[in-house]
C-alpha cells in the first residue's frame, strides 16, 4: 500500500510540474507575439497595432544622455509613441531585437531585449529595451517599456 501511494504522489508531483512547465512556456509565446505586435505595428506605421500590444495606462520611458552628457530618465508617454508611429514617415522604422530574459512570477513577467534600430537599411541607435507585462482579461499587455538608447558600443 505504501509503495502504491508513493507512486500515485510521485505521479501527481509529475504532472503537475509538466503543466507548469508546458503553461510557462504557452505564457512565453503569448508575451512574446505581444511585444513582436508591438514591433511589427511600428515597421508598418500602424498605431492600432502598436496600441493593442499595451495596457490603458502604460509607462513609456527612455534613459539617454543630455547635452552634457549626463544620464536622464526621459518619460516618452504612450499617446506620443502611438502619434509618431502612426504618422506617414519616408522610411520603415525597423527595430531589430534579440529576446533575452523571459521572468514570469504570475500575471507578471519581465523581459529583456537587446535591439538596433534602423531608419530604412540606415542604422540609427541600439540598446535594450526593458518590458513589463501584466497579465489581465485581455492576456498579457505592456504596461513599463524603458529603454537605453546610443549609437555606439552596438554588437
Known amino acids: ?7 500515485g504522489v510521485t505521479l501527481t508531483m509529475l ?22 505586435t508591438m514591433f511589427n505595428g511600428m515597421r508598418k506605421g500602424d498605431s ?4 493593442s500590444a499595451f495596457a490603458d495606462k502604460a509607462i513609456l520611458q527612455t534613459i539617454n ?11 516618452a508617454g504612450l499617446k506620443g509613441f502611438l502619434n509618431a508611429v502612426g504618422t506617414p514617415h519616408d522610411q520603415i522604422w525597423d527595430e531589430k531585437i534579440e529576446f533575452g530574459n523571459i521572468l514570469i512570477d504570475g500575471d507578471l513577467a519581465s523581459v529583456w531585449t537587446p535591439y538596433e534600430f534602423y531608419l530604412g537599411d540606415n542604422f540609427s541607435h541600439c540598446g535594450v529595451n ?3 507585462l501584466f497579465k489581465g482579461e485581455n492576456g498579457w499587455k505592456i504596461i513599463y517599456l524603458v529603454d537605453t ?3 555606439d558600443n552596438c554588437k
Not at 500500500?1 to 507512486?7: N, Q
Not at 504532472?15 to 513582436?36: C, G, H, N, Y
Not at 543630455?66 to 526621459?74: E, H, P, Q, S, Y
Open 1 to 7: 500500500m505504501k509503495k502504491i501511494f508513493t507512486l
Open 15 to 36: 504532472v503537475l510540474t509538466q503543466t507548469t512547465t508546458l503553461k510557462a512556456q504557452s505564457d512565453e509565446v503569448i508575451i512574446k507575439e505581444t511585444i513582436m
Open 48 to 51: 492600432t497595432m502598436v496600441r
Open 65 to 75: 544622455k543630455d547635452r552634457t552628457g549626463k544620464a536622464v530618465v526621459l518619460d
Open 130 to 132: 526593458s518590458f513589463q
Open 149 to 151: 538608447r546610443r549609437k
